[in-house]
């Protein structure tokens, strides 16, 4: 964790003050090559203004010969431009004369600055070079050297300046970060492994690949030396990470799913694990995280699972559904669509599917939840009261629901009754107010709690004799709590009394709290 950390907060510094970074890069090499001191102080004391740190090279009537020399390879495609400019050439026939020209050590850092600027302009090296066959000849001649110097690069303290040369290396060379990353571990120290794992990870999480990916797309079977290395510092990550999914913090739990989802896959288990949190916000980033980890956006991995191709469990089919209702993709609605009417599935399924329609039609879901009410299966009828419960109020909900209150099955029925008083249908109250009397404790509770909500003031008698007379202790505790929230003096005495004499802990624990609430002392 400390080493996504120790990243996040290089690029949060990058990210805040960018032109603070600019001007750092450019104020070094400005000072030291323009030569008059007058157009030396105008120059240098404008960097940063530009988010290309050469630009003051652009602003000259002749190009240092140092700039071609530079440790900076900015500074030499600077070079190039400004020469170009004053040639009157395109910046990549000027690029190739000099390759073609240099000779030794300077070939080679002609070559790196034509890889890296071949990456600023998301082109490959080979076409930026094209112009002269000659100089691309050239760098494919000291193609070793070169990929030796972009090693350094990659391993620089600055991570932003890092990333940078990763991201132009790779696309220079037509090839993913991976594949850059493997390369250098050749010429290298395993010394050097930790800093070009947290490159990966840094990439990932500015966009790249999850390093996972990455490796599962580039690494052959001769990388499995290196593979295995950094496989090994992935590996510190996860066990670092793993105890903390299951702590009582939330901020710790998320911040562990934030480590880990640059892993992916190949911190599959824990993302999973991740995906039965409490917390909505931590299961849909663990559930985006795998999805990325396999190349795919969240709906695609969920129509993965969802497909009868696939081995998934109910288990895991259904948790995918519930993930798809807080995601705002025109494709979800037909997904679950598609899932619910499909008679292959389980029922569980298949009703998880109606609550996740809902929450990605809205209102468009109605259709489809009256068809389901109406099948003739308990399950699909019980998930679409749940998924009433994901709709906006209009009138279209009233006769659905009004509909599931002649049901005989108690989920189906106590869904029903929850959705009258999530929709505010009064109307139905009527309905309702007989099911308090029903042999099902869970209708009696729903029932309870729907008329209190409908009318506190109307139903609070009956709520208080509930709270003495109901033989279900979690009919009495769901009383307790709607009279600790309505309060007065007949709410009161109704709570001191079961707080003193109900014969079951949970109701006299729900009392005394709703005492407490109350400001009165038990």
Not at 357 to 378: M, P
Not at 500 to 519: N, S
Request: charged share 25%; proline share 5%.
């Amino acid at each position: 964790m400390r080493l996504l950390f120790l990243t996040l907060a290089t690029f949060g510094v990058a990210a805040a003050g960018q032109g603070r970074d600019v001007n750092a890069r450019c104020r070094r090499p400005c000072e030291a090559l323009v030569g008059e001191a007058r157009l030396r102080a105008s120059l240098c004391a404008r960097c940063g203004l530009d988010q290309d740190p050469a630009w003051y090279l652009l602003q000259l009537r002749e190009v240092p010969a140092a700039a071609f020399t530079d440790e900076d390879w900015e500074v030499r495609w600077g070079a190039v431009r400004a020469d170009a400019r004053a040639r009157g050439l395109q910046p990549e026939r000027r690029l190739a004369q000099w390759v073609e020209q240099s000779r030794g050590d300077e070939r080679t850092s002609a070559c790196l600055t034509a890889l890296l600027a071949a990456g600023t302009r998301d082109t490959r090296r080979d076409a930026l070079l094209a112009a002269e066959p000659k100089a691309l000849a050239a760098c494919k001649g000291v193609e070793a050297a070169v990929i030796a110097e972009c090693t350094r690069e990659l391993r620089q303290a600055d991570v932003a300046r890092a990333l940078q040369a990763l991201q132009g290396a790779a696309a220079g060379r037509g090839v993913g970060s991976a594949r850059v990353v493997l390369d250098a571990m050749t010429a290298q120290p395993s010394e050097a492994d930790e800093g070009l794992a947290r490159l990966m990870v840094a990439n990932a999480e500015r966009g790249g690949p999850p390093v996972g990916l990455a490796l599962l797309r580039e690494a052959t079977a001769a990388d499995a030396p290196r593979v295995d290395r950094l496989l090994a510092i992935f590996a510190a990550t996860r066990d670092r990470n793993r105890p903390l999914l299951s702590s009582t913090e939330k901020e710790a739990r998320r911040q562990a799913v934030v480590a880990l989802a640059p892993l992916a896959p190949l911190s599959l288990s824990e993302l999973t694990t991740a995906l039965d949190d409490e917390q909505a916000s931590i299961r849909l980033a663990a559930a985006r995280a795998i999805a990325r980890g396999e190349g795919r956006t969240l709906t695609e991995a969920a129509a993965a699972r969802l497909s009868g191709r696939t081995k998934a469990s109910a288990a895991e089919k259904r948790r995918w559904l519930v993930l798809l209702s807080d995601v705002d993709d025109p494709v979800c609605a037909q997904l679950t669509r598609g899932t619910w009417r499909d008679a292959t599935q389980p029922d569980a399924v298949r009703a998880d599917a109606l609550v996740s329609l809902a929450g990605c039609a809205g209102r468009q879901a109605l259709t489809d939840l009256s068809a389901a009410a109406a099948a003739g299966n308990v399950t699909l009828e019980a998930g679409a009261m749940r998924a009433v419960l994901l709709l906006p109020r209009e009138p279209g909900v009233a006769p659905l629901v009004e509909a599931a209150l002649a049901s005989s099955a108690d989920e189906v029925l106590a869904g029903a009754i929850v959705a009258i008083a999530a929709h505010r249908l009064s109307p139905l109250a009527p309905r309702v107010e007989p099911l308090t009397g029903h042999r099902a404790a869970s209708v009696r509770a729903a029932a309870l709690d729907a008329l209190f909500t409908l009318d506190p003031r109307k139903y609070q008698p009956l709520v208080v004799t509930a709270l003495g007379q109901d033989e279900e202790a979690p009919v009495r505790v769901t009383a307790a709590k709607l009279l600790a929230s309505a309060g007065g003096p007949l709410a009161v005495s109704a709570l001191a009394r079961a707080s003193r004499r109900d014969p079951d802990d949970r109701v006299k624990v729900a009392a005394v709290e709703g005492l407490r609430r109350l400001g009165v002392t038990p």
